[in-house]
């Protein structure tokens, strides 16, 4: 090929007497020993090369032809003297010539194939008696092998693929033809596995939230280290908890995902620049990080992240545009988990505002948050971008739970409204809290219906708020008396009253 290459010592070299190289064996020939118009003269060289090496020189170099394509392939080593002689002979008789009498041998040629028993009852077995054990016998012996003394089989140098009992099975099968094999059914039913009661939960998972108008994303396990400040971990991570990729494709794969929420981030950006309005991902996969500051074994574990950014709904003539916030994506979390009562337990997160720990029956199930204001902006979102990740085994144990069945009222309830005064940092979650503990047996919700405040100072202090709640009381055998509601309803109110110090207006 007019080029230069420098070997190293797995490369196989021939040489003439004096160094001089006159081809790469088995790959390439070289220039000067090349056929040209004006040669008179042939050395004819016939051989047998190892595959392995022979493919290793082509890669390394990049050098492919015909020779090396048969040889990496593995030919026959008996064939050799007998291919020499062909080749003489065609030449003789294209060209023209006289050919010298002697041939020079230089080595033995190995033997890569050995004596292989054919079973006959696993030959039945997997044949389905579809063929006798003469017919199989007499296709071997067409296929050029040889039954020896020891019932065990002489392969032919040319086939050193035939190593095994299945091998020859496999030979047996194609000329017999598949068609003549008879199918049997031997699967069974098995009963429900761990990995099968996951599989339905996820797609339980996948079906609540695509009816909930959100698109299932698949991005890549493999992030940068300018995505780092974007991930969003069940647990904060430590120095030493992110697992890199010790060669890297490129820098944009550097690290091995701690959370899926840096790739839902780059998915909606992507999404921001091709002027979407609406952004609802969600996606499921695996995560990976040390859980010991790179001291610990690496784990590996499943989550399920979500976000939500841009038009809460489609424009229409009869509704106008709104912006997703925080309360979408809540209303999302809820949605997904059916009846049961979600609490959102503030908890700061790097990288992040409003972050807040997800928690269902008193345990941590995920991480909620908004990207910070800068990062939106770096980013071209002119909206906030919600997102939340959860541990996505604790919620497939969530979803296999019953679901709480009631018979509808036959009697009808009573309400009651209040409206407290406490600091404006108290979180709804501490007055959710104070009620649930207080389990008054006639309280059958409440629901914050209203939240005032004024940053003047004139009508309630700028460091106060002002909540409103209304409380629905219900007895499951009887009409509840107003004597008796009141009195259920003052108990409650000492209770938010004892444990926040809560004021009523």
């Given at each position: 090929d007019d080029s230069k290459h420098v070997l190293n010592t797995d490369d196989l070299l021939i040489s003439d007497e004096s160094g001089a190289a006159l081809a790469l064996a088995g790959v390439m020939g070289?220039?000067?020993?090349?056929?040209?118009?004006?040669?008179?003269?042939?050395?004819?060289?016939?051989?047998?090369?190892?595959?392995?090496?022979?493919?290793?020189?082509?890669?390394?170099?990049?050098?492919s032809s015909d020779s090396s394509y048969r040889f990496e392939r593995g030919v026959?080593?008996?064939?050799?003297?007998?291919?020499?002689s062909l080749a003489v002979k065609l030449i003789l008789e294209?060209?023209?010539?006289?050919?010298e009498a002697a041939t020079q041998l230089a080595g033995e040629a190995p033997v890569l194939v050995r004596s292989v028993t054919l079973d006959e009852k696993k030959l039945d077995q997997l044949m389905g008696g579809s063929t006798s054990i003469s017919a199989a016998e007499e296709i071997l012996t067409r296929l050029?092998?040889?039954?020896?003394?020891?019932?065990?089989?002489?392969?032919?140098?040319?086939r050193a693929d035939l190593q095994r009992h299945i091998d020859l099975v496999e030979e047996i099968a194609r000329v017999h033809g598949l068609d003549n094999v008879p199918s049997r059914f031997l699967g069974a039913f098995v009963p429900a596995s761990a990995v099968d009661a996951a599989y339905d939960a996820d797609m339980v998972l996948r079906r609540r939230l695509a009816a909930l108008g959100l698109h299932e994303c698949q991005t890549i396990k493999l992030i940068s280290d300018a995505q780092v400040s974007d991930v969003l971990p069940l647990r904060p991570l430590q120095e030493g908890d992110l697992i890199r990729v010790k060669l890297p494709l490129s820098e944009d794969h550097a690290v091995m995902r701690p959370s899926i929420v840096p790739g839902l981030i780059a998915s909606a950006a992507r999404n921001v620049?091709?002027?979407?309005?609406?952004?609802?991902?969600?996606?499921m996969g695996r995560v990976f990080r040390n859980a010991g500051g790179g001291k610990a074994k690496d784990q590996e574990s499943e989550t399920l992240a979500v976000l939500v950014a841009g038009s809460a709904q489609p424009?229409?003539?009869?509704?106008?545009?709104?912006?997703?916030?925080?309360?979408?994506?809540?209303?999302?979390?809820?949605a997904l988990l059916g009846d049961r009562k979600i609490n959102f337990a503030p908890k700061d997160r790097a990288g992040f505002v409003l972050a807040s720990d997800i928690k269902v029956d008193d345990q941590n199930i995920g991480v909620f948050a908004r990207l910070t204001p800068a990062r939106e902006r770096e980013l071209d979102f002119t909206t906030p971008v919600f997102v939340a990740e959860l541990d996505l085994g604790k919620l497939r144990k969530l979803l296999n739970g019953i679901s709480h069945v009631e018979d509808l009222p036959q009697f009808p309830g009573s309400s009651r409204d209040?409206?407290?005064?406490?600091p404006i940092t108290t979180p709804n979650a501490q007055i959710e809290a104070i009620i649930s503990k207080h389990a008054e047996p006639l309280l059958i919700s409440s629901?914050?219906?209203?939240?005032?405040?004024?940053?003047?100072?004139?009508?309630?202090?700028?460091?106060?708020?002002?909540?409103?709640?209304?409380?629905?009381?219900?007895?499951?055998?009887?009409?509840?008396?107003?004597?008796?509601?009141?009195?259920?309803?003052?108990?409650v109110l000492e209770a938010l009253t004892k444990g926040l110090g809560v004021t009523f207006r």
């Amino acid at each position: 090929d007019d080029s230069k290459h420098v070997l190293n010592t797995d490369d196989l070299l021939i040489s003439d007497e004096s160094g001089a190289a006159l081809a790469l064996a088995g790959v390439m020939g070289g220039a000067e020993s090349g056929v040209t118009e004006a040669t008179t003269d042939i050395l004819l060289e016939s051989a047998y090369f190892v595959p392995q090496g022979i493919r290793r020189t082509s890669r390394r170099t990049a050098l492919s032809s015909d020779s090396s394509y048969r040889f990496e392939r593995g030919v026959d080593p008996a064939g050799v003297v007998t291919a020499s002689s062909l080749a003489v002979k065609l030449i003789l008789e294209t060209a023209g010539g006289t050919a010298e009498a002697a041939t020079q041998l230089a080595g033995e040629a190995p033997v890569l194939v050995r004596s292989v028993t054919l079973d006959e009852k696993k030959l039945d077995q997997l044949m389905g008696g579809s063929t006798s054990i003469s017919a199989a016998e007499e296709i071997l012996t067409r296929l050029g092998l040889t039954k020896l003394a020891d019932g065990s089989w002489d392969v032919p140098s040319f086939r050193a693929d035939l190593q095994r009992h299945i091998d020859l099975v496999e030979e047996i099968a194609r000329v017999h033809g598949l068609d003549n094999v008879p199918s049997r059914f031997l699967g069974a039913f098995v009963p429900a596995s761990a990995v099968d009661a996951a599989y339905d939960a996820d797609m339980v998972l996948r079906r609540r939230l695509a009816a909930l108008g959100l698109h299932e994303c698949q991005t890549i396990k493999l992030i940068s280290d300018a995505q780092v400040s974007d991930v969003l971990p069940l647990r904060p991570l430590q120095e030493g908890d992110l697992i890199r990729v010790k060669l890297p494709l490129s820098e944009d794969h550097a690290v091995m995902r701690p959370s899926i929420v840096p790739g839902l981030i780059a998915s909606a950006a992507r999404n921001v620049r091709q002027q979407a309005k609406s952004l609802r991902f969600f996606e499921m996969g695996r995560v990976f990080r040390n859980a010991g500051g790179g001291k610990a074994k690496d784990q590996e574990s499943e989550t399920l992240a979500v976000l939500v950014a841009g038009s809460a709904q489609p424009t229409g003539w009869s509704q106008g545009d709104r912006t997703a916030d925080l309360y979408d994506l809540k209303g999302v979390l809820s949605a997904l988990l059916g009846d049961r009562k979600i609490n959102f337990a503030p908890k700061d997160r790097a990288g992040f505002v409003l972050a807040s720990d997800i928690k269902v029956d008193d345990q941590n199930i995920g991480v909620f948050a908004r990207l910070t204001p800068a990062r939106e902006r770096e980013l071209d979102f002119t909206t906030p971008v919600f997102v939340a990740e959860l541990d996505l085994g604790k919620l497939r144990k969530l979803l296999n739970g019953i679901s709480h069945v009631e018979d509808l009222p036959q009697f009808p309830g009573s309400s009651r409204d209040a409206a407290m005064e406490l600091p404006i940092t108290t979180p709804n979650a501490q007055i959710e809290a104070i009620i649930s503990k207080h389990a008054e047996p006639l309280l059958i919700s409440s629901e914050c219906f209203d939240v005032f405040t004024d940053p003047s100072g004139q009508k309630i202090g700028a460091d106060r708020k002002s909540v409103a709640y209304r409380f629905q009381y219900r007895e499951a055998s009887r009409t509840l008396k107003a004597e008796e509601v009141d009195a259920a309803h003052q108990k409650v109110l000492e209770a938010l009253t004892k444990g926040l110090g809560v004021t009523f207006r």
